[in-house]
């Protein structure tokens, strides 16, 4: 890791620093397509980072909201419109990045927030998940897992790439069973900073319109 790399995490630590609530204050949702609901429109121009399957395309259609979907992948197996990050030559009103980060070093990460940035447009929005490091185990159930995100440097490394508006939830479908572990543990989960829901998500803007 480069010091250009490390001056920008730890500009984003100090960004975070005392903007953010406890864990389990901030809101939580059922998942991170939820929040790319919210924040897109019919006809707008989506990239799909990390889209193997191209299922985020499939949702949408479900969904009725028909929006111009372009796919980035590395996995040449699968058909997608980008296999090349650098590449891509057009601008979008949104990108996404689900359950992608945490398998990439974080040199490489910065790097992926700094051209997500570029090629948004004014008022463009970023949607990321990853899995959250405050659940006790999720994150380690995958052993293709290379990086964990806290969500605070998760906002901060966002804010350190120039976009602002930034929101962080929870995702995870707390059941009933999640439901009384969490009341029931409370005092530890506070203590501790560690929470039951499976996933975090983010959603920021690039500064304009």
Partial sequence: ????????????RKVAAGKLPHILKLPIVESARDLLLKNIKKGDSLLDIGANDR???????????????????IDK??????????AIDMKFDAIVAFEVIEHMEVPLVVETFKRAF?????????????PNVC???????????????????????????GFSDIEIARCGRYRLKEKLMSLYYKPLLKMMRMDFASGIAAVARVPGR
């Avoid at 890791?1 to 984003?12: A, D, L, P, Q, V």
């Avoid at 052993?143 to 790439?161: K, M, N, Q, S, W």
Wanted: glycine share 6%; proline share 2%; net charge negative.
């Fill in 77 to 86: 197996t699968l058909k997608h419109d980008y296999y090349d990050f650098n």
């Fill in 55 to 73: 299922n985020i395309e499939k949702f949408l259609k479900q969904k009725g909201m028909d929006a111009e979907y372009r796919s980035f992948d």
């Fill in 1 to 12: 890791m480069s010091f250009t790399e490390w001056n920008e995490i730890m500009k984003g």
């Fill in 118 to 130: 570029s090629l948004l447009k004014k008022g463009g929005v970023f949607v990321i998940s990853t």
């Fill in 135 to 161: 659940h006790p185990v999720v994150f380690w159930r995958d052993c293709t897992h290379i990086t964990p995100f806290r969500y605070d440097e998760l906002f901060g490394l966002l804010a350190a790439t």
